[in-house]
């Protein structure tokens, strides 16, 4: 089935730091990539998204490019702020095997920033 | 525009009590979801529902959960009974159409001692 992999937390910088949060996936077909945010106490956000080979999602200077081959969607960002600390989920959605594009999650990185 | 709610945010309980969660999707939106956030077992989808009706429950990890949709506007996840294993952040989520855009709710905190 579906499975997504992301790099073990947690992940502690100092502001203006770059950030990579590596993500690789499993999926059968095409999946569409996401990026999803958690700030503390607050349900998820969705931060970026790409939906074929090579395009690229970019949000708030948060950038992933969707690699298929080598079935990557790394997070990156070039400089993190003290606000960016949060918990950070990568997510595919199938393509076909179920209607309704059934989200799967890795298993969330969190990231601090110090100042 | 108003999220989702849901509510309560916080509840505690004891082991063998009963739980309702309570869930209002985005209005106009037709696809509801309800998952469970756990440090072992992160983000699970436990069930997916479709104009009101349950398309998808395989996550639901057995008889003691039950969810409903009695209308667009209102959904719930009963616990019964409840087991301190139990103990996780429930999240709701709804989207305006199939596979579009999923939109979270702040979760419910629940502690079963």
């Known amino acids: 089935g579906d499975s997504v992999t992301q790099m073990e937390g947690p992940v502690t910088l100092s502001e203006e730091a770059f950030l990579t949060i590596n993500c690789t996936y499993t999926?059968?077909?095409?999946?569409?990539l996401f990026w999803y945010v958690q700030y503390p106490g607050e349900g998820l956000q969705l931060l970026l998204k790409a939906t074929k080979a090579d395009d690229k999602g970019s949000n708030k200077g948060f950038e992933a490019t969707y690699r298929k081959e080598t079935t990557s969607f790394h997070l990156e960002k070039g400089s993190v702020q003290v606000s960016d600390s949060a918990v950070y989920f990568c997510?595919?959605?199938?393509?076909?095997?179920?209607?309704?594009?059934?989200?799967?999650f890795g298993q969330g990185t969190i990231l601090t920033v110090h100042p | 525009d108003a999220g989702v709610i849901q509510s309560p945010r916080h509840e505690v309980t004891e082991m063998g009590q009963e739980v309702t969660l309570r869930c209002k999707p985005i209005s106009g939106h037709n696809s509801l979801f309800w998952y469970r956030q756990t440090m072992m077992r992160g983000l699970e989808l436990l069930i997916y529902?479709?104009?009101?009706?349950?398309?998808?429950d395989s996550g639901m990890p057995e008889d003691r959960f039950s969810a409903k949709m009695p209308n667009a506007s209102f959904s719930t996840l009963k616990i019964q009974p409840s087991e301190p294993r139990d103990s996780a952040v429930y999240f709701c989520?709804?989207?305006?159409?199939?596979?579009?855009?999923?939109?979270f709710g702040p979760g419910t905190r629940l502690t079963v001692t």
């Open positions: 999926a059968t077909g095409y999946p569409s």
């Open positions: 997510a595919l959605k199938d393509a076909g095997g179920t209607s309704y594009g059934k989200l799967t």
């Open positions: 989520a709804s989207s305006s159409r199939t596979g579009s855009e999923q939109y």
């Open positions: 529902f479709n104009n009101n009706v349950p398309i998808d």
